[in-house]
């Protein structure tokens, strides 16, 4: 396996999911797989997730929902409706209907009150342009942008204007349903908008009891506009640069891009760049050079995780891709230029002892030349902290909750295992400790000769992070129980 410390995401149908091909993107570099709600089946869920704890328990384990979309509705004659330049068709939203040539249906019944004239209509992700030059009470009267064709419950993107739809649909309820039943690890709730989006479905992970995190994606100029507010109420946020590219401009993506990774460092939250980084490879054995750049410029602008899509779940070269990925990403984190880092700026309402002590650790990693960075995880929010600072040297979370674990597998650099908790006193803190030194060197992730930086508190919901130790691993190992660590 290639080492990289920015983690990739991999998307994984049903269709092809058996043990054997997870382990072999595993051995490549995955961190996490994602699982497209809007083509699986439930038994299609359980089928992913029980081959994918079957190949390791460190894998995260993400469900996209499908989230409030607008689709044509089937047409007449079940084939696609062909039209030309300069054509002229109504657009009424009536689910009932069927399309025809004259007149195209979609899901959402508002549309002729909400769309003014002179707004664009992107069907089936862009292929097929309208553009509204009228309409009535009754319905928008479209002219034909560019030849193409129009099919049964196909995407309807419209650029610029808000639609008044639910942030979860029926279908979205039963996938988080589904999800928590069986103890996946996130979901990526998709068009999130506002932070009530995020809301709305955390209050159904509530209703249940359940620890899932929620990742928001980012596919419209309204998300980009109520970023700060989604950062503070979402566990993470994608960047999926499929809708986003329909729904505003496409040069100004890569601004974009940049400024959600930024802020992702900025609330020390994890963030994913998605949508076809390595498009080629579903076809061809070799990316482009702008898909190797595009990969490399995510890592140098600090995103946590990059993603695959088509690539993975049916591309002709899934494990080759992973492996491209590992490769680029892994080169481009050895290239980076110190220069262009983007420092992490604080916020005063968060500039507390966790904040500070992770940033001394990730300075001394540099400065004294330190081989790792090594904290006990609680919560998990230590370890995203540290990973906000992009540390040159591996962090290794070792977590009381293998939830938590998981829950670490999109955040830059972390490295989290699980490991049974014994209790809080200060005796049995240390063992903790000493226990997980042994179990690194186990592993050979560290080696006695090597000096880390040991971040750790008082364990237990909310009592944070307070001491950062700087020491030997064969001091700390040959000292044993003389050993003491700084806890209550």
């Known amino acids: 396996m290639t080492q990289k410390k920015t983690k990739i995401v991999a998307t994984?149908?049903?269709?092809?999911?058996?043990?054997?091909?997870?382990?072999?993107?595993?051995?490549?570099g995955i961190n996490v797989v994602r699982m497209n709600s809007a083509h699986m089946t439930e038994e299609g869920f359980v089928k992913v997730m029980t081959n994918v704890r079957a190949v390791s328990n460190?894998?995260?384990?993400?469900?996209?929902?499908?989230?409030?979309?607008?689709?044509?509705?089937?047409?007449?004659?079940?084939?696609?409706?062909?039209?030309?330049?300069?054509?002229?068709?109504?657009?009424?939203?009536?689910?009932?209907?069927?399309?025809?040539?004259?007149?195209?249906?979609?899901s959402y019944p508002s549309i002729v009150q909400d769309v003014p004239v002179g707004s664009t209509l992107l069907i089936d992700d862009g292929e097929t342009g309208l553009k509204v030059v009228d309409k009535t009470a009754d319905y928008l009267l479209c002219e034909v942008q560019n030849d193409g064709t129009i099919g049964s419950r196909k995407s309807v993107n419209i650029p610029?204007?808000?639609?008044?739809?639910?942030?979860?649909?029926?279908?979205?309820r039963r996938s988080i349903e589904i999800a928590i039943k069986h103890n996946a690890d996130f979901i990526a709730h998709s068009f999130v908008r506002h932070k009530q989006d995020v809301l709305d479905v955390q209050k159904i992970l509530d209703e249940h009891n359940s620890p899932i995190k929620i990742i928001a994606k980012i596919e419209n100029q309204e998300g980009v506009d109520n970023i700060d507010e989604i950062y503070e109420t979402a566990y993470g946020v994608m960047v999926a640069r499929g809708d986003l590219g329909i729904e505003v401009p496409q040069e100004k993506i890569p601004g974009i891009q940049r400024l959600l990774i930024r802020k992702a460092i900025e609330y020390k939250k994890p963030v994913i760049v998605a949508t076809q980084m390595l498009h080629t490879m579903i076809e061809n054995p070799r990316p482009t050079r702008a898909e190797v750049t595009d990969i490399a410029n995510a890592v140098y602008y600090g995103t946590d995780a990059v993603?695959?899509?088509?690539?993975?779940?049916?591309?002709?070269?899934?494990?080759?891709?992973?492996?491209?990925?590992?490769?680029?990403?892994?080169?481009?984190?050895?290239?980076?230029?110190?220069?262009?880092?983007?420092?992490?700026?604080?916020?005063?309402?968060?500039?507390?002892?966790?904040s500070f002590l992770a940033k001394q650790a990730v300075k001394a990693a540099t400065q004294l030349g330190l081989n790792a960075i090594i904290t006990d995880s609680y919560t998990g929010r230590t370890a995203r902290t540290i990973a906000a600072f992009r540390s040159k040297c591996p962090v290794y979370a070792i977590c009381c909750n293998d939830a938590v674990a998981r829950q670490l597998a999109v955040c830059y650099g972390v490295e989290a295992s699980y490991q049974e908790s014994t209790g809080f006193t200060t005796h049995q803190h240390k063992q903790y400790f000493l226990k997980?030194?042994?179990?690194?060197?186990?592993?050979?992730?560290?080696?006695?000769?090597?000096?880390?930086?040991?971040?750790?508190?008082?364990?237990?919901?909310?009592k944070g992070t307070s001491f950062l130790e700087i020491n030997g691993v064969g001091r700390v190992i040959d000292a044993g129980d003389a050993f003491e660590v700084p806890v209550n």
């Open 307 to 354: 993603m695959l899509s088509g690539e993975t779940a049916y591309g002709k070269y899934p494990v080759e891709a992973v492996r491209t990925m590992a490769q680029i990403a892994a080169a481009a984190e050895q290239s980076k230029l110190e220069e262009k880092v983007i420092p992490v700026p604080f916020k005063d309402e968060e500039y507390d002892t966790t």
């Open 436 to 462: 997980a030194l042994n179990s690194l060197l186990e592993r050979g992730l560290i080696k006695k000769e090597d000096t880390v930086a040991y971040l750790s508190g008082s364990f237990g919901e909310g």
């Open 160 to 172: 610029g204007v808000s639609v008044n739809l639910p942030s979860i649909t029926a279908k979205d």
């Open 58 to 106: 460190h894998i995260g384990i993400m469900m996209d929902t499908k989230g409030p979309e607008i689709r044509t509705t089937a047409t007449a004659t079940g084939e696609k409706i062909v039209v030309k330049t300069g054509d002229k068709l109504k657009v009424i939203g009536n689910l009932d209907v069927l399309s025809t040539p004259e007149q195209v249906s979609v």
């Open 12 to 28: 994984i149908s049903d269709m092809r999911c058996d043990v054997d091909f997870i382990q072999s993107l595993y051995n490549e």
